[in-house]
């Protein structure tokens, strides 16, 4: 499992010469994350693992765009500056710096990214969901503030402002299903949250179902309280359109810092019995993200953990909630062991297990099944309170891309692409101080290619293009 030492990055600095398209510079020290404002190279050697034929199903498929990526400004889309800054840049983004194997073809990913702005001045900017919530075939945007006490909706693609609820306080995670079939989703809320235990913070749980016009008022029913109830989900445990609802609270209700070393509970809800069951209590520390996904490639949906115990995945089988620890994660010393955030992708044929680690962590690592095991590599370790992740194959390459962002030292998006030699590459997707909250990977336009979605503690709600 993850006992083993990790497989470190090896790195290379931009260096900031132009050099002809093709052209390779080798070596160089580590300095990520530096003032060369191109892209740094990791690299490094994956081993292969078994063939899984499993694809996650919320992935739309996916042709290969056309090549057509010359901006008139021959810059990089968003990047601010002047033309000579452009320009400058465009150069360095064609200029590959390998360690190792070279790898020239498979980067510039960022180049098919076209930024666009939806909306700024978000206080308190927390979470985006895309799901369509007026039955037009087009994803919108659910949008959660932390301070704001208004749930809205950003309506594709005049991106018109809904309100569903008011008088809200302290909202900190929501998702969304259509649980009832009729087309626009039912959305399951957790608010009044806060690290800190007060009768002013009491961890609602709350389902919202839309009236007769989706853009007005919806009604809220609170259907119980958990303090510090923190990530919530639907999961189709039975793929029959009937999802349990699934609470994480962030740590137990007794848990102290720094070690927060007391078991973590883990809930669910049947719908409209709405009785709080326990799926499990073995979790410990810091819980964060939680990832659905057919597993097992048949209707059901199941859902992986993330916890300072590690990455665990959780399957409703025969009426049981069965658990199994895939890996522990970082096997540093306690409390900065176990994972943040996990999202399940795909490689070829092959399953893509990628996460955050530890919590809140500086490192981005990618899992290979081999031999039974999965196999831990660290493809970036120079991160700071990297916060969310996502997955998609924006290139059609049949290899999925991962994004991440950080809400420490640059606060910047990244992204990060495989090639066919193992070559894992990271460029920059937004450059802003978006300092990213959460990202989503959806085609927002349409168009059969998968775009990124991202906001953040900069207030502002931002999509980026594939084209
Ligand atoms: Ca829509
Ligand atoms: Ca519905
Ligand atoms: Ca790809
Ligand atoms: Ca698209």
């Known amino acids: 499992m993850s006992g083993r030492a990790p497989a470190k990055a090896s790195y290379s600095p931009l260096v900031p010469e132009p050099k002809s398209e093709g052209q390779a510079t080798l070596g160089g020290t580590r300095d990520a994350g530096s003032s060369a404002p191109g892209r740094t190279v990791i690299s490094i050697t994956m081993s292969k693992s078994p063939a899984s034929s499993h694809r996650i199903h919320r992935r739309h498929e996916q042709s290969l765009a056309s090549a057509s990526r010359n901006q008139e400004s021959g810059g990089i889309p968003g990047v601010p500056g002047t033309g000579l800054m452009r320009v400058g840049l465009a150069v360095m983004l064609c200029v590959a710096m390998v360690t190792g194997t070279a790898s020239l073809a498979t980067a510039q990913v960022t180049e098919r990214m076209a930024e666009h702005t939806i909306a700024t001045g978000l206080d308190g900017a927390y979470q985006v969901l895309p799901i369509d919530m007026n039955r037009d075939q087009r994803p919108d945007l659910l949008f959660l503030s932390r301070t704001d006490a208004e749930l809205v909706w950003f309506e594709n693609p005049t991106w018109q402002r809904h309100v569903i609820a008011t008088g809200l306080s302290s909202m900190v995670y929501l998702d969304a299903a259509d649980t009832d079939g009729d087309g626009i989703p039912e959305v399951a809320l957790a608010h009044g949250f806060s690290n800190q235990l007060s009768e002013e913070f009491p961890g609602n749980i709350s389902i919202l179902t839309h009236q007769e016009d989706p853009a007005a008022l ?28 699934v609470v994480l609270p962030i740590t137990g209700v007794e848990a102290v810092g720094p070690d927060f070393r007391t078991p973590v509970p883990i809930f669910y809800y049947h719908p409209g019995e709405w009785t709080r069951m326990t799926l499990t209590e073995a979790e410990e520390g810091q819980m964060h ?71 809140h962590g500086n490192q981005i690592v990618v899992y290979a099944r081999t031999e039974g095991t999965w196999q831990r590599q660290v493809i970036d370790d120079s991160l700071e309170n990297t916060h969310t992740m996502a997955v998609a194959d924006l290139d059609g390459d049949g290899h999925d891309e991962i994004i991440a962002g950080v809400r420490g030292g640059s606060k910047q998006v990244f992204l990060y692409t495989r090639d066919t030699s193992g070559t894992w590459t990271r460029e920059i997707l937004d450059r802003s101080e978006l300092s990213p909250t959460v990202c989503e990977t959806v085609d927002l336009n349409v168009d059969g290619l998968i775009d990124v979605v991202c906001t953040g503690d900069a207030g502002s709600l931002k999509w980026y293009e594939n084209r």
Do not use: C
């Open 218 to 245: 919806w009604s809220i029913r609170e259907i119980d309280r958990m303090p510090r109830s923190h990530r919530i989900r639907f999961v189709d445990t039975e793929g029959n359109g009937k999802p349990v609802v």
């Open 289 to 359: 993200g939680a990832f659905v996904t057919r597993w097992d490639g048949s209707q059901r949906e199941a859902f992986l953990n993330a916890s300072s115990l590690g990455i665990t995945l959780n399957r409703y089988i025969n009426g049981k909630w069965m658990r199994e620890t895939l890996t522990k994660g970082d096997p540093g010393p306690w409390p900065r062991s176990g994972a943040s955030d996990i999202v399940v992708g795909a490689l070829g044929q092959d399953r893509l297990l990628s996460a955050i680690e530890p919590f």
